[in-house]
């Protein structure tokens, strides 16, 4: 349902030295300047020509509007912007969520985190990225919001329903579906691709806002961007298949994409090593930054794993913990918690995940992305 959910990696410029001792002041400011949590409002409300004129435009309609920098754009899957989306099939109500929700992280696993560079695999494309051992970098993880998550109701509904018209039958709801040469099938694509517009445009507004809030503390910080990538999308790419070049759609749910060295889609200073992975952890535990491998087209239509993924359901984490006692464990690590919700901070504790570790030794084993630095988390804002 979240739809475009993804990740973005800033980079400060600072080594962990500098920002050891503002911790604390660093996340009051970032919770203050970004709301997390459930139906959580930003600063920002959209008129109805704005709000088309958002997902039309994407994160180019967010730099346009001052909310980052022209650069951001060359760093940013697809240049901030997928061509196609059609606000137009995107319901009333599911524009009405989202009018007040720009700029703001969201619940459930999603978060902001200041992070350190504890351990660099690979130093040459880890250069190459500007990253290095002690480096503080800033993480991003949320996605289209309301407007995602309406979008998918709306259309499972009406899937649903015209499914045996379509000569499909249905073992479980939750995977209605319609031919993607049909009207409704269509009709949702372009839906999907605004909605893929309305998460660029909202991580482009989140950067903004964690920018003015590292000014106030840690003013020489330059929140340069790395790399912005989804994990929850369907795209047309090129690839390779029974022998001839070829247009697909190429649908991702919990997988990022991970073009190689050399891919056209890459911009200059990337496209030589490749596109950076962006593997985030769950709470208090590490991220990732893999690159992309030259055989993941060929092995996964240039697809790797985004996360480690649950071990234990949400209900189960909240039976075996308190937030209050996952928030001491955390800062008795030193690192700092801020979020709306103690049953939200339960719910994504640590050992709930999976080992991220081992996650990302899979995918570089099967050939699909490269480790090139390990991340740890000094400052975590929790949606």
Same mark, same amino acid.
């Given at each position: 349902?979240?739809?475009?959910?993804?990740?973005?990696?800033?980079? *400060?410029?600072?080594?962990?030295?500098?920002?050891?001792?503002?911790?604390?002041?660093?996340?009051?400011?970032? !919770?203050?300047?970004?709301?997390?949590?459930?139906?959580?409002?930003?600063?920002?409300?959209?008129?109805?020509?704005?709000?088309?004129?958002?997902?039309?435009?994407?994160?180019?309609?967010?730099?346009?509007?001052? !909310?980052?920098?022209?650069?951001?754009?060359?760093?940013?899957?697809?240049?901030?912007?997928?061509?196609?989306?059609?606000?137009?099939?995107?319901?009333?109500?599911?524009?009405?969520?989202?009018?007040?929700?720009?700029?703001?992280?969201?619940?459930?696993?999603?978060? &902001?985190?200041?992070?350190?560079?504890?351990?660099?695999?690979?130093?040459?494309?880890?250069?190459?990225?500007?990253?290095?051992?002690?480096?503080?970098?800033?993480?991003?993880?949320?996605?289209?919001?309301?407007?995602?998550?309406?979008?998918?109701?709306?259309?499972?509904?009406? @899937?649903?329903?015209?499914?045996?018209?379509?000569?499909?039958?249905? /073992?479980?709801?939750?995977?209605?579906?319609?031919?993607?040469?049909?009207? &409704?099938?269509?009709?949702?694509?372009?839906? @999907?691709?605004?909605?893929?517009?309305?998460?660029?445009?909202?991580?482009?507004?989140?950067?903004?806002?964690?920018?003015?809030?590292?000014? *106030?503390?840690?003013?020489?910080?330059? &929140?340069?961007?790395?790399?912005?990538?989804?994990?929850?999308?369907?795209?047309?790419?090129?690839?390779?298949?029974?022998?001839?070049?070829?247009?697909?759609?190429?649908?991702?749910?919990?997988?990022?994409?991970?073009?190689?060295?050399?891919?056209?889609?890459? /911009?200059?200073?990337?496209?030589?090593?490749?596109?950076?992975?962006?593997?985030?952890?769950? @709470?208090? *535990?590490?991220?990732?930054?893999?690159?992309?491998?030259?055989?993941?087209?060929?092995?996964?239509?240039?697809?790797?794993?985004?996360?480690?993924?649950?071990?234990?359901?949400?209900?189960?984490?909240?039976?075996?913990?308190?937030?209050?006692?996952?928030?001491?464990?955390?800062?008795?690590?030193?690192?700092?918690?801020?979020?709306?919700?103690?049953?939200?901070?339960?719910?994504?504790?640590?050992?709930?995940?999976?080992?991220?570790?081992?996650?990302?030794?899979?995918?570089?084993?099967?050939?699909?992305?490269?480790?090139?630095?390990? &991340?740890?988390?000094?400052?975590?804002?929790?949606?």
């Amino acid at each position: 349902f979240d739809i475009s959910c993804g990740v973005r990696t800033l980079l *400060t410029g600072l080594p962990a030295a500098e920002v050891a001792g503002r911790k604390v002041e660093l996340a009051d400011a970032l !919770y203050a300047a970004v709301p997390a949590g459930v139906g959580s409002r930003g600063r920002i409300s959209l008129s109805p020509a704005e709000m088309d004129a958002m997902l039309a435009g994407g994160a180019g309609w967010a730099v346009a509007r001052d !909310y980052g920098e022209p650069e951001d754009l060359q760093r940013i899957e697809e240049r901030g912007c997928v061509a196609g989306a059609r606000p137009d099939c995107v319901s009333d109500k599911a524009k009405q969520r989202q009018r007040e929700e720009m700029g703001t992280l969201g619940s459930g696993n999603h978060y &902001l985190e200041v992070q350190e560079v504890a351990e660099v695999y690979d130093a040459a494309v880890a250069a190459a990225f500007g990253l290095a051992r002690g480096d503080v970098v800033v993480s991003i993880h949320c996605g289209s919001r309301g407007l995602g998550h309406q979008i998918g109701t709306d259309y499972l509904r009406e @899937m649903a329903i015209a499914a045996p018209a379509h000569g499909i039958r249905l /073992p479980d709801r939750e995977l209605a579906c319609a031919p993607i040469t049909s009207e &409704l099938g269509q009709r949702y694509l372009g839906a @999907m691709r605004a909605a893929t517009n309305c998460a660029l445009a909202n991580r482009q507004i989140i950067t903004h806002l964690a920018r003015q809030a590292f000014a *106030t503390v840690l003013p020489q910080a330059r &929140l340069r961007l790395l790399f912005d990538v989804s994990h929850n999308t369907c795209k047309t790419e090129q690839h390779e298949m029974n022998g001839a070049r070829r247009t697909l759609y190429v649908h991702r749910k919990g997988a990022t994409r991970a073009f190689g060295p050399g891919h056209p889609d890459l /911009p200059p200073g990337l496209r030589e090593v490749g596109q950076p992975v962006l593997i985030g952890g769950s @709470m208090g *535990t590490a991220s990732h930054i893999l690159v992309g491998a030259a055989e993941s087209e060929r092995r996964s239509f240039a697809s790797a794993c985004h996360g480690a993924g649950r071990s234990l359901s949400r209900h189960a984490a909240l039976r075996q913990w308190r937030g209050c006692q996952v928030v001491d464990e955390l800062a008795a690590r030193g690192i700092i918690v801020r979020a709306p919700s103690a049953p939200g901070v339960a719910e994504e504790a640590p050992r709930a995940d999976k080992d991220v570790d081992a996650v990302v030794e899979a995918a570089e084993r099967a050939g699909l992305a490269r480790r090139v630095a390990r &991340l740890v988390p000094l400052v975590c804002i929790k949606g």
